[in-house]
């Protein structure tokens, strides 16, 4: 049910080519069947589901032991990484503000420095949530004409992946603090920033993906095709800006495990600023990233079909699930022309009937007048 | 029940059960539970408009504005009970009288010519003429045996859809 191609969504729900009018008219069973079966469960509903662990507390011994962990992690572990965290952006700060406005004239030199220190405050993040990060495959090397793509589960992503490489990353621009970060640190790096609600956005963003790699000096760049946070069990589908930039496409599959806590950001539930807080009460973040093989468009491919091989690539090695649909569906409402489209099956197939019964009408007056004369 | 948040009990099931008539298990009803509290986002009791459109394969379902009119606004229990049509255990009887309610969108227990023009033009849309769509129902009645300007009742539709046989059937997952 989960799988079903958006092509069989679309499928004839069209009456049969029955002789009972009437009875094709009044049948709605399959439209109705589609819209119950939606209703009951629906593929895209599922990925950004937060699948809560079951409870391990219910008796009367393990509930005194989960009270301790609660003390433990809220009264001991949270404000040591508090403390670390602040000692860490001090540090960050008090080293990245003068290194940025004093030395202007050894670009390069301030370049290397600048994206030394994002790799530290990236690894106190890490450190502040107890991050057990097992990273497998050869580490990103820094390449013109390449760029980097991998699933996404929460804004996270991108600090476990900066810690090891200063990559410079595409995103949503974000409200709060998160927003007055991206404009001053992250824009050193080479980041880029869209806009969901713009349309005209996306051929903008284009324009600046292809300047960024084509620029041997920038910061390896990453991309989330995704476009949104998907709940690490599913993906959905990949946007195929990524893949028309005529780069190597070098795929990395992130993978959290949820034993002590759930990575997925459900933005539509929690800002980020929550979400932080629910990681760096917990016992430990652990997750596996995997860089693998890089990807050229192989030749007759189209970049929808390069994009799907990747999601293929990163699916199976993070061991999750695929579904067809676009992950945008999260804030807009689908086109009204799939609707359309199922109208119009619709309607040619009444008109066929129409028509059949217009035919052999005729064909039997042919007849009739043919024996008359 | 008023609290989605929270969990079900065993009576709050049996009372579905029996609101529905048996036509969903006990574990397809936690199912369905689980379901509705994912759909009520914001815990209301009941699933809005705007709940139900968010599912795209439903936004795109010709029928949709319908449906939302019989769907929104009910509780759980009597969300399962209109769901009930669709169990492979609900009789043929149940499924029509499902399928009458969402061509009787003015309740008056006949579907009248008119009716089946509107819910033709949901299913159509702009891909047929309003002369086409009134050609198509005047033959459809007519070939049956009934003027043009009969409305149908419950035993009709019996007659009509009952000797294909109706697949109308969805499956509840069970986790």
């Known amino acids: ?373 | 029940m008023g609290n989605t948040s929270s969990m079900l009990t065993q009576y709050d099931i049996e009372d579905v059960e029996n609101h529905c008539s048996q036509r969903f298990t006990q574990r397809e009803i936690v199912s369905l539970y689980q379901r509705f509290c994912a759909l009520d986002r914001s815990g209301k009791g009941y699933i809005s408009g705007d709940e139900f459109m968010s599912v795209p394969e439903f936004a795109v379902n010709p029928l949709s504005q319908r449906l939302l009119g019989i769907l929104e606004g009910l509780n759980f229990k009597e969300f399962v009970a209109v769901l009930s049509a669709f169990s492979p255990l609900a009789t043929i009887n149940d499924k029509l009288d499902f399928i009458f309610r969402v061509y009787d969108i003015r309740n008056n227990g006949k579907v009248s010519s008119e009716d089946m023009i509107r819910v033709l033009r949901d299913l159509s849309g702009d891909f047929l003429t309003d002369k086409q769509r009134q050609a198509v129902v005047t033959q459809a009645l007519e070939e049956s045996g009934y003027s043009k300007d009969y409305s149908l009742t419950p035993e009709d539709f019996l007659k009509v859809l009952s000797n294909g046989g109706l697949k109308m059937d969805v499956e509840v997952p069970i986790d």
């Not at chain 1, 989330?224 to 195929?240: A, D, L």
Request: aromatic share 12%.
């Open chain 1, 1 to 373: 049910m989960y799988q079903r191609h958006l092509d069989e969504v679309l499928a004839d729900s069209g009456p049969k080519a029955d002789d009972d009018l009437l009875r094709n008219l009044l049948d709605l069973s399959p439209t109705l069947s589609e819209a119950a079966s939606a209703i009951i469960d629906d593929s895209f509903t599922r990925c950004f589901k937060s699948n809560s662990p079951e409870p391990w507390n219910w008796n009367i011994y393990l509930f005194p032991l989960w009270v301790v962990g609660v003390i433990m992690r809220y009264g001991i572990l949270f404000p040591i990484r508090l403390v670390l965290l602040i000692i860490g952006w001090v540090i960050f700060l008090g080293l990245f503000i003068p290194i940025h406005f004093c030395i202007k004239k050894h670009e390069k030199l301030r370049q290397k420095l600048e994206r030394g220190l994002v790799e530290f405050i990236c690894s106190v993040f890490v450190a502040s949530w107890t991050g057990v990060i097992k990273y497998h495959g050869p580490r990103p090397s820094r390449r013109a004409k390449q760029v980097f793509v991998a699933n996404h589960t929460s804004m996270i992503d991108f600090i476990v992946l900066e810690q090891m490489t200063a990559f410079a990353v595409i995103m949503q621009k974000h409200p709060g603090w998160v927003g007055l970060l991206q404009t001053t640190v992250l824009e050193s790096l080479g980041c880029i920033w869209f806009n969901r609600t713009e349309s005209k956005d996306r051929m903008i963003v284009a324009k600046k993906l292809k300047h960024h790699v084509e620029d041997p000096d920038s910061n390896p760049l990453l991309i989330f095709p995704e476009g949104t946070c998907v709940n690490n069990e599913y993906t959905v589908m990949f946007k195929k800006g990524a893949f028309e930039l005529d780069c190597t496409v070098c795929p990395i599959a992130i993978k959290y495990n949820k034993i002590f806590v759930d990575a997925f950001w459900n933005s539509k539930k929690q800002s980020f600023t929550m979400h932080l807080l629910r990681l760096m009460t917990s016992w430990a973040v652990v997750c596996d990233v995997w860089y693998l093989e890089p990807q050229t468009l192989r030749p007759g491919e189209t970049s929808i079909e390069f994009a799907e091989r990747v999601r293929d690539m990163i699916a199976d090695r993070a061991g999750i699930k695929k579904v067809p649909w676009d992950g945008y569906l999260k804030y807009y409402r689908p086109s009204v022309k799939l609707t359309e489209k199922k109208q119009q099956k619709f309607a040619e197939s009444i008109v066929r009937q129409l028509d059949d019964r217009k035919s052999t009408r005729s064909l039997t007056t042919g007849l009739r007048d043919g024996g008359l004369s």
